[in-house]
């Protein structure tokens, strides 16, 4: 039913190291979204991508949209204890409802 | 001024009780949704309205009856709890249209014991 696998499932890193989560649907979807979840929080649009092969920066956070529109990936360069987080990808599906991710639980150790 | 507000954000209560959570946006948002988020962390959605109108109830029991007396709240009714609905709840609202950004409450975390 148009699930999002995302992986890995939990990663535990050493600040300053370099990491990359991703997300796979056997269905192409018009658009992306990432999102950042903390502890105690909701969710917080990180990106929306829209188009194949678009590529976002913010700050730290790169995102990749996949060329066929299947797929999507999140990199973060030199981790820090406040990346910290769940993070999901999502996609809408029609105009009243989103499809969450499985998710990707990160942990940044000082 | 919080965008998404959604009380209480705990809620502890014996099997076999009602229970309500209320949602606020004042975001001006047309469309309202409840989300269920398992021990596993997976993010599932319950019910989406758009201007007070149900649109979709993802097969959700029919103990679960959401209320939404204007644009801007979204009420949440669980008879009956089970051990099962244990569970943290997210109201969130967007904009109708694809790719708009979904702004979430901070949850209301349900333990049914």
């Known amino acids: 039913t148009q699930l999002l696998e995302q992986s890995p499932q939990f990663l535990s890193i050493q600040e300053g190291e370099n990491l990359t989560v991703y997300c796979n649907s056997s269905s192409v979807f018009s658009s992306l979204q990432w999102y950042r979840q903390e502890p105690g929080e909701g969710p917080v649009l990180l990106v929306t991508?829209?188009?194949?092969?678009e590529v976002k920066k913010l700050k730290r956070l790169t995102f990749q949209f996949g060329d066929a529109r299947k797929d999507s990936s999140l990199h973060i360069t030199a981790a820090q204890p406040g990346d910290t987080g769940l993070y999901l990808c999502?996609?809408?599906?029609?105009?009243?409802?989103?499809?969450f991710g499985t998710g990707t639980r990160l942990k940044v150790l000082a | 001024d919080t965008a998404v507000s959604q009380t209480p954000k705990y809620l502890v209560t014996q099997m076999g009780n009602d229970k309500s959570i209320k949602c606020e946006q004042n975001?001006?948002?047309?469309?309202m949704y409840w989300y269920k988020q398992d021990s596993k962390k997976f993010l599932k959605i319950m019910f989406s309205?758009?201007?007070?109108?149900?649109?979709i109830n993802e097969t959700v029991p029919n103990r679960f009856s959401p209320k939404s007396p204007d644009k801007a709240h979204l009420n949440l009714h669980i008879n009956s709890l089970e051990l099962g609905d244990s569970a943290v709840y997210f109201c969130?609202?967007?904009?109708?249209?694809?790719?708009?950004?979904?702004?979430f409450g901070q949850g209301t975390r349900l333990t049914v014991v």
């Open positions: 309205y758009n201007n007070k109108e149900l649109i």
């Open positions: 991508v829209v188009t194949g092969g």
């Open positions: 975001l001006g948002h047309d469309t």
């Open positions: 999502a996609r809408t599906s029609g105009t009243y409802k989103y499809i």
């Open positions: 969130a609202s967007s904009q109708a249209g694809t790719a708009t950004e979904a702004f």
